[in-house]
């Protein structure tokens, strides 16, 4: 059994989240069982007993729409994680009630507590696993040992280190750690000026921020990992003015087609989302106007469905497919506690 964790989104008038909707009608092709959890429904409830004795096992049931489900055995059910991990306040620039906080970290407790437990095989991602690779410092840092190229960073809130980035670098470009949407817009990646900085130092001094070398570049890619197959989108950003510095601007345009990799970076990608722990992922790639490929990012819940209907359902069906195989794949407990070490154990 697939169990997903999904909410509604508001994007689609509170209809399911499309990429659930794409990935189960797969499920529904081959007749695998699943069943969706939505954290906000009014009419979905979750109920988890921990094991409090050896011989009383652990027990979830969930109320689906009035129908219950019951799992007791081991190895119950595969787990996968489409909610969000942050409050929609923070995510449109607002510092977000006390009640929601403690709803998001009563929820996040719940769904840890779920990925660790012996009903559990495995988490499509798990919540360590996004946890770690959500922080873009870490990122970089396992970029450049995996042997991928970055561009010159300096992560900063200081203005003078900010400002020496440009003795090395033609042009410099400004990115936030987390998204940012409010009243003003949405926050994008944006090329900065050395006198921006100088008049803005107060401003600059607020918050840490990503600066980085701005590299000339041919196209982009959008690489998407799941377990080891790999998909890559080809991003023709360079041809619209509105794409050229961030593609995102421009994600309802045509300039997404089925893209490559040279076997090097692969590979080095490869190491780069096994060590991470993560099963799905969606990378960012500059291709330099000379023809070598950048690491921008990692993206541990990437959307894919905008790259369009064929490529969107190769990537669908992948990740489908990986949910099935991890299904009926037996896993020992001694196992699923070696790969939680590990992944401990790197970070640290």
């Given at each position: 059994?697939?169990?997903?964790?999904?909410?509604?989104?508001?994007?689609?008038?509170?209809?399911?989240?499309?990429?659930?909707?794409?990935?189960?009608?797969?499920?529904k092709?081959?007749?695998?069982?699943?069943?969706?959890?939505?954290?906000?429904?009014?009419?979905?409830?979750?109920?988890?007993?921990?094991?409090t004795?050896?011989?009383?096992?652990?027990?979830?049931?969930?109320?689906?729409?009035?129908?219950l489900?019951?799992?007791?055995?081991?190895?119950?059910?595969?787990?996968?994680?489409?909610?969000?991990?942050?409050?929609?306040?923070?995510?449109?620039?607002?510092?977000?009630?006390?009640?929601?906080?403690?709803?998001?970290?009563?929820?996040?407790?719940?769904?840890?507590?779920?990925?660790?437990?012996?009903?559990?095989?495995?988490a499509?991602n798990?919540?360590?696993?996004?946890?770690?690779?959500?922080?873009?410092?870490?990122?970089?840092?396992?970029?450049?040992?995996?042997g991928?190229?970055?561009?010159?960073?300096?992560?900063?809130?200081?203005?003078?280190?900010?400002?020496?980035?440009?003795?090395?670098?033609n042009?410099?470009?400004?990115?936030?750690?987390?998204?940012?949407?409010?009243?003003?817009?949405?926050?994008?990646?944006?090329?900065?000026?050395?006198?921006?900085?100088?008049?803005?130092?107060?401003?600059?001094?607020?918050?840490?921020?990503?600066?980085q070398?701005?590299?000339?570049?041919?196209?982009?890619?959008?690489?998407?990992?799941?377990?080891?197959q790999?998909?890559?989108?080809?991003?023709?950003?360079?041809?619209?003015?509105?794409?050229?510095?961030?593609?995102?601007?421009?994600?309802?345009?045509?300039?997404?087609?089925?893209g490559?990799?040279?076997?090097?970076?692969?590979?080095?990608?490869?190491?780069?989302?096994?060590?991470?722990?993560?099963?799905?992922?969606a990378?960012?790639?500059?291709?330099?106007?000379?023809?070598?490929?950048?690491?921008?990012?990692?993206?541990?819940?990437?959307?894919?469905?905008?790259?369009?209907?064929?490529?969107?359902?190769?990537?669908?069906?992948?990740?489908?497919?990986?949910?099935?195989?991890q299904?009926?794949?037996?896993?020992?407990?001694?196992?699923?506690?070696r790969?939680?070490?590990?992944?401990?154990?790197?970070?640290?």
């Open positions: 059994m697939i169990i997903i964790l999904s909410q509604e989104c508001r994007l689609t008038q509170n209809r399911l989240d499309p990429h659930v909707a794409s990935v189960t009608r797969y499920f092709k081959v007749g695998q069982d699943y069943l969706i959890f939505k954290r906000h429904h009014p009419k979905h409830f979750l109920s988890f007993q921990p094991q004795s050896l011989d009383k096992p652990p027990r979830l049931t969930l109320q689906l729409d009035g129908a489900y019951e799992f007791k055995s081991k190895n119950s059910f595969t787990l996968w994680n489409r909610s969000k991990s942050y409050l929609d306040a923070e995510k449109n620039g607002q510092v977000g009630t006390v009640d929601q906080k403690f709803r998001m970290l009563q929820w996040r407790q719940v769904i840890n507590a779920l990925e660790s437990s012996s009903l559990c095989k495995g499509v798990t919540s360590l696993a996004n946890y770690h690779m959500d922080l873009k410092i870490n990122q970089l840092n396992m970029a450049v040992g995996c991928l190229t970055i561009p010159n960073t300096v992560i900063s809130n200081d203005p003078d280190e900010i400002l020496n980035l440009f003795n090395h670098c042009q410099v470009i400004y990115k936030a750690f987390t998204p940012l949407v409010n009243e003003k817009g949405t926050l994008y990646a944006t090329i900065i000026s050395a006198s921006q900085i100088e008049h803005a130092r107060d401003s600059v001094g607020v918050a840490p921020g990503i600066y070398e701005y590299i000339q570049k041919a196209y982009e890619l959008r690489v998407y990992v799941i377990g080891d790999v998909i890559v989108v080809k991003i023709d950003s360079q041809q619209q003015a509105l794409t050229k510095h961030d593609w995102r601007r421009g994600q309802s345009l045509p300039i997404f087609t089925k490559a990799l040279s076997p090097t970076v692969e590979r080095q990608l490869l190491n780069f989302h096994q060590q991470s722990g993560l099963a799905y992922a990378y960012d790639f500059i291709v330099t106007l000379q023809g070598q490929e950048i690491f921008l990012e990692c993206n541990p819940g990437g959307q894919w469905l905008f790259v369009g209907n064929v490529l969107g359902e190769k990537i669908s069906e992948a990740l489908a497919s990986y949910l099935i195989e299904d009926v794949t037996e896993i020992s407990a001694s196992s699923k506690k790969a939680v070490v590990k992944l401990c154990q790197h970070f640290n």
